[in-house]
């Protein structure tokens, strides 16, 4: 069945420096959905991408689809502590609406 | 309004023992999903419902996994025979109507641990 991955798994950066997350899948997907969990909490949902090339914005949060629908990315510019958590990208497989990736997990060094 | 909640929030048990876990939907949300989340892993998988109905339970590791959702709202996961591998956060989460074009919302989850 179809998998997500994600890279990098985890990733350390200076406060106010970007960060980049991606997210691959084997087949090409209707729609992806992001995810972040902070430490010791539960996944929120952060947004959904549904077209091929789809660009969305959420103040300084820049998601991505693919052109194909096989890959996206999560950026995010100028990191602060409030950034820390997981990041997971989410998609369909066969009849199960969410498969999830590993995640990658941020930290923010003040 | 009340986000989807469960209970336990904690559980510690047996190996061997059988256990329950509870989730509560947000209402009004026809689908609901149960997933298992180990250390440093993603939520994996287990089984969905739509409306009363398992609509897909091919994550569900082996016949010791059992869940219901008699009445369409709340759902029972059902453990027989634990074993200290099932240790793990069961997480339920809910949607407006079944995913991938909706938005599933969390609860907090039941930290199982299998002594």
């Known amino acids: 069945g179809q998998q997500v991955m994600q890279i990098p798994q985890y990733q350390h950066v200076q406060e106010g420096e970007d960060f980049t997350t991606y997210c691959n899948s084997s087949?090409?997907?209707?729609?992806i959905q992001w995810y972040k969990q902070r430490p010791g909490g539960h996944p929120v949902f952060l947004i959904q991408l549904v077209k091929s090339g789809e660009v969305k914005k959420q103040k300084r949060l820049t998601f991505q689809f693919g052109e194909a629908k096989k890959n996206s990315s999560l950026h995010i510019t100028a990191t602060q502590t409030t950034d820390v958590g997981t990041y997971f990208c989410a998609g369909p497989s066969g009849n199960t609406p969410l498969v999830f990736g590993k995640g990658t997990r941020l930290s923010v060094i003040a | 309004g009340a986000g989807v909640s469960q209970t336990p929030s904690n559980k510690v048990t047996e190996k061997g023992k059988y256990v329950e876990l509870r989730c509560d939907p947000i209402?009004?949300?026809?689908?609901l999903y149960w997933y298992r989340q180990s250390l440093g892993q993603g939520p994996e998988f287990l089984i969905y419902?739509?409306?009363?109905?398992?609509?897909?339970d091919s994550g569900l590791p082996n016949d010791r996994f059992f869940a219901v959702r008699p009445e369409g709202s709340v759902s029972t996961l059902k453990i027989q025979r634990t074993e200290r591998g099932d240790s793990a956060v069961y997480l339920c989460?809910?949607?407006?109507?079944?995913?991938?074009?909706?938005?599933?919302?969390f609860g907090p989850g039941t930290r199982l641990t299998v002594l």
């Open positions: 209402s009004g949300h026809t689908a």
């Open positions: 419902f739509q409306g009363t109905g398992a609509a897909d």
């Open positions: 989460a809910s949607s407006l109507d079944v995913a991938p074009y909706n938005e599933q919302f």
């Open positions: 087949t090409t997907l209707s729609n």
